[in-house]
């Protein structure tokens, strides 16, 4: 039931996961943090992977042992990755 207002949004949107072209995150100039887990899917990971492509300057952390619930698992580590990234920007 915690989840229920993220899967109401996901079920009832007319496009849930929209196109994130290449072009419109390249062009993005402000400093960004990329979060993933460890142990995330693979698809999630490949995604990961290719906004570090396109966005070299956007600093990317790998939780240890998380997966795409690193929040949830890791709530220290993220925390700390976060806070240190806003620390420097």
């Known amino acids: 039931m915690s989840d229920i207002r993220e899967w109401k949004a996901l079920t009832t949107s007319r496009d849930p996961f929209p196109i994130l072209y290449r072009d419109a995150v390249r062009g993005l100039k402000v400093p960004t943090l990329l979060i993933t887990g460890e142990k995330t899917l693979n ?7 290719e906004l570090s492509r396109v966005m070299p300057a ?3 952390v790998t939780i240890p042992g998380a997966t795409h619930d ?9 925390g ?5 990234f806003l620390g420097r920007h």
Not at 70 to 78: G, Q, S, T
Not at 80 to 84: C, D, E, I, Q
């Open 58 to 60: 956007a600093e990317r």
């Open 43 to 49: 698809p999630l990971r490949m995604i990961i992977e």
């Open 70 to 78: 690193m929040w949830l698992e890791e709530p220290e580590a993220c």
């Open 80 to 84: 700390k990755a976060t806070l240190n």
